[in-house]
């Protein structure tokens, strides 16, 4: 599939140069937007925590661009889903969040 690229030389000269080949095209994860605090980074995974049925779950996320105090997440999150505001690896997987005990089981 041919491909037609502008590039900003040095200068700023416009350049078109057109290639022949294979352009890959990524799956396009869904994008959540979420407070930048509710993401955390550790040397080991970035996640999200959400709220499920009163108990944290870490979610694994990638983090997206940067608005302002916002930042687009891609991970297994859906619309609706609660998460935690200030997310701290200090709050454990199943710990029980949201100031009211969680269910039994």
Known sequence: MPVEL???TATAHWRRHVSHGEVARAK???RAVRPRT???TTSERTFVIRDHDGRAEWVDVK???VEGDLMQV????RPGD???RRGTDELHEGAAIGGRPPPPG
Not at 74 to 77: P, Y
Request: charged share 30%.
């Open 6 to 8: 502008e590039v900003e």
């Open 28 to 30: 396009r994860a869904a």
């Open 38 to 40: 509710s993401v955390v």
């Open 63 to 65: 983090k997206g661009p």
């Open 74 to 77: 891609a991970g297994d999150l």
């Open 82 to 84: 609660k998460v935690v």
